[in-house]
């Protein structure tokens, strides 16, 4: 995550430059309902299934509407269905929608002191917080799970979340109750996502991300040592991943694009040099990868 000092700069940047302001603006503009009235939080965990979101007439995946936990719209014959599976259908993107704009709101917040910003992404927080151990572990197809059916997508929700949470908190933003209700939730979230180890699959990537990001949160050596340089850690996804790219066949573009982002971020997290050729490797010394405290009381990895 970005230092206080480095939000301070980006503060000034954007002050002075057009298309960051305009950038700014439209995160403000995305958000505009959100800052005027609260988000639906659904109280129900996700499922899925075969017939939940989808349109019994024609089998069209239903329109996902944040604002609309109950009806859900066909794009194709402009139906209107309702009941339980549709609405856990639907609870599986919000939860996610939720997460994200809680990093939005975050951005919002410490780029221009927007308090109603800072507000709402608090109450996204402290809402989790109180509901999250409430979510069954139940009904799982890929691994354990409150929120979602896999672990993965936790670990993806769970992510935006902290994210919210140490921008505010590197800015000196994040109230008491925010702050316990992030703990909240990554101490149990930690056990669910580090007793799954999906070894060298994708999934894994981001499981390693959200652990990683719990043991920033909570100083945990221990945890950031078993996420980057554990059997499946980091480093181990980058050496058998990408030691050749052009033996690297992913099944999808969207699919090599994730994986090219995570390993950018791994990169800088871990202390690792990306070589042009990826013929060798080596590690930055370990005063180049070291952890320390902010000046809003947390600690970051940082290279």
Known sequence: MLTADELSQRRSDISSAADLAGG?????????????E????PETKAMLSVDGGVCPDDATALTFDPWSPEDHRCPTCHQIWSGDRHHRAWARWQHLWLA????DLATLAVLTDHEAARARASEILCWYGHHYAEFPNVDNVLGPARVFFST???SI?????????FLLA???QLDQAANDAISAIADPAATIIGEYDERLSNRQTWNNAALLSIAVWFEDEELAHRCIEGTTGLIAHLLHGYMDLARTVCGTKARTTISL???DCYVALGGLDWPASTSSWSRTSPNQSTVYSSPAGK????T
Request: net charge positive; glycine share 6%; charged share 35%.
């Open 170 to 172: 590197e800015t000196g």
């Open 24 to 36: 700014v603006a439209t995160i403000e503009r995305r958000l505009a309902r959100l800052l005027e």
């Open 261 to 263: 982002r995570s390993r």
């Open 100 to 103: 994200e704009r809680a990093g």
């Open 38 to 41: 609260p988000p639906r939080f």
């Open 157 to 165: 929700w769970l992510e935006n979340l902290m994210a919210a949470g």
């Open 152 to 154: 993965y997508l936790e």
């Open 299 to 302: 600690r970051h990895c940082r």
